[in-house]
């Protein structure tokens, strides 16, 4: 448990020195906010209305890009290698990069959202129900994009195979994502359902992509 708090932490302090993607994360977020209007043009209403789902599509992008840094760092620095070789389980290892990607790179996001939220002229509530189905989606993001992140750290070009991998398997979570803001906002359906099942999306996601994270690095590895 000491090894992988201790993992936690330094993926942590990397991801937020300069360089190390967590704030490329937020500052694509904030951008793909600010340009949406400037497409969609100056309709208040309709940016009101759709302002969830740009959210969480930006969210959902932000997340992609700086998942590609996962297990690269690791293999650019050769530590890759040290951590598949010590007792520790690859599993749990994945589990906690991920963890740590998600307090680094994920939690920024949902911090972001109010700022976000005022750009799109959405209101308090509207916010708040984004923020919360955020905190409880976006693991989800990290530990799809995990399996993806796997299996791109030994191939050339592997960003691009990470994006082709990982969107459509994200598509779930976006989809729930959205609807249980709209539903938290302006109803008509249940907001308990929605969220409940983007709840149990994070959860599976929580049990499965450690394993076939570990798998494909292993693969990978050999």
Same mark, same amino acid.
């Given at each position: 448990?000491?090894?992988?708090?201790?993992?936690?932490?330094?993926?942590?302090?990397?991801?937020?020195?300069?360089?190390?993607?967590?704030?490329?994360?937020?500052?694509?977020?904030?951008?793909?906010?600010?340009?949406?209007?400037?497409?969609? &043009?100056?309709? !208040? #209403?309709?940016?009101? %209305?759709? +302002?969830?789902?740009? *959210?969480?599509?930006?969210?959902?992008?932000? $997340?992609?890009?700086?998942?590609?840094?996962?297990?690269?760092?690791?293999?650019?620095?050769?530590?890759?290698?040290?951590?598949?070789?010590?007792?520790?389980?690859?599993?749990?290892?994945?589990?906690?990069?991920?963890?740590?990607?998600?307090?680094?790179?994920?939690?920024?996001?949902?911090?972001?959202?109010?700022?976000?939220?005022?750009?799109?002229?959405?209101?308090?509530?509207?916010?708040?129900?984004?923020?919360?189905?955020?905190?409880?989606?976006?693991?989800?993001?990290?530990?799809?994009?995990?399996? &993806?992140?796997? !299996? #791109?750290?030994?191939? %050339?070009? +592997?960003?691009?195979? *990470?994006?082709?991998?990982?969107?459509?398997? $994200?598509?779930?979570?976006?989809?729930?994502?959205?609807?249980?803001?709209?539903?938290?906002?302006?109803?008509?359906?249940?907001?308990?359902?929605?969220?409940?099942?983007?709840?149990?999306?994070?959860?599976?996601?929580?049990?499965?992509?450690?394993?076939?994270?570990?798998?494909?690095?292993?693969?990978?590895?050999?």
């Amino acid at each position: 448990m000491t090894a992988l708090a201790a993992l936690i932490r330094r993926d942590i302090r990397i991801a937020l020195r300069a360089g190390g993607g967590a704030l490329i994360g937020v500052l694509f977020f904030v951008t793909v906010v600010v340009v949406m209007p400037f497409a969609l &043009g100056p309709d !208040l #209403a309709l940016l009101k %209305r759709i +302002g969830p789902a740009i *959210l969480w599509l930006g969210a959902m992008l932000a $997340s992609l890009l700086t998942l590609d840094r996962l297990f690269t760092a690791d293999q650019d620095d050769g530590s890759l290698d040290v951590i598949a070789m010590s007792r520790t389980p690859m599993e749990l290892t994945c589990a906690a990069k991920a963890i740590a990607h998600w307090l680094a790179a994920g939690i920024p996001l949902i911090v972001a959202t109010p700022l976000a939220g005022i750009l799109l002229n959405l209101d308090a509530q509207a916010t708040f129900a984004v923020m919360l189905t955020l905190l409880v989606g976006t693991p989800a993001l990290t530990f799809i994009g995990m399996i &993806g992140a796997g !299996l #791109a750290v030994t191939l %050339r070009r +592997g960003g691009l195979l *990470l994006a082709v991998v990982v969107l459509p398997l $994200s598509i779930p979570v976006l989809i729930f994502g959205v609807a249980a803001s709209n539903a938290a906002i302006s109803g008509p359906t249940p907001f308990g359902t929605p969220f409940s099942i983007l709840c149990a999306l994070s959860l599976v996601s929580f049990v499965i992509g450690p394993f076939a994270a570990a798998a494909s690095l292993r693969q990978g590895l050999d």
